[in-house]
């Protein structure tokens, strides 16, 4: 005689959902959110320079695993962290860990959504899910890219969605690691010229300051620009977007 499995209630498939909310909740309530900020950079950029400065490896662990916090639990202020990490780490530096906590982070929501949580979200999503669908089954690989570098996408959905949409974690890393730096390059090149303009010995005057800012505000153009060439190019890719 064959036993009929009893599916869990829905209250019990949601529960990273809860962990996610609980997270959100005890941010708020220590005021984690206060800290993500333009005036506690400025406040606050002496002292973490010399931390940085001392505690070389556990800044970098500290900034790691903080950005990759702030994407499992999708924060706000995630970008005033990218900035601050060209400010503390340098360009290459500050992108680098960057791109390292934003795709750590990313890869454990892909995880969580490919629990009994993900099947219950594609349920829910209906048309949404379905829309995408056919765009991902034509090319998994260049739509997740195209979810990466479509401003009209938020990060927590190119994050989930690829999961519940049957991405192999490989193409979901590729797409991760690679689509975000654009975006990241330009945000640390902001920090960078913020460290800058801060030292009083780079900026003297007006031009000085124009200077220091010039090559970050080109490389915010050049990521601009780069989903408009990239849906000219791609554009079955992006279609379903």
Not at 50 to 71: D, G, K
């Amino acid at each position: 005689m064959t036993e009929k499995v009893v599916a869990a209630p829905l209250w019990r498939k949601l529960w990273p959902l809860y962990v996610l909310v609980l997270a959100l909740v005890l941010a708020w309530h220590f005021g984690l959110f206060d800290y993500l900020s333009l005036e506690t950079l400025q406040a606050q950029q002496a002292d973490l320079r010399a931390f940085v400065s001392e505690h070389f490896i556990a800044a970098i662990t500290i900034f790691v695993l903080t950005y990759a916090l702030i994407t499992i639990v999708m924060m706000p202020g995630a970008l005033w962290v990218t900035i601050s990490g060209g400010l503390l780490f340098g360009l290459l530096g500050g992108a680098l860990l960057t791109i390292t906590g934003a795709t750590l982070g990313a890869s454990v929501l892909f995880f969580v959504a490919r629990t009994s949580i993900g099947q219950t979200l594609h349920e829910r999503a209906g048309p949404f899910m379905q829309r995408l669908e056919k765009g991902f089954a034509e090319s998994p690989l260049s739509f997740m890219f195209a979810m990466r570098l479509m401003p009209v996408v938020p990060f927590a959905v190119a994050n989930i969605a690829p999961a519940l949409l049957g991405a192999r974690y490989r193409d979901f890393f590729i797409s991760t690691a690679l689509g975000i730096v654009p975006g990241v390059i330009a945000y640390t090149w902001v920090g960078v010229s913020v460290g800058s303009s801060l030292d009083p010995a780079a900026t003297e005057d007006l031009l000085d300051l124009v200077g220091n800012f010039l090559p970050a505000f080109a490389a915010l153009g050049v990521a601009s620009l780069i989903p408009v060439i990239y849906k000219k190019l791609f554009s079955r890719a992006a279609s379903g977007l």
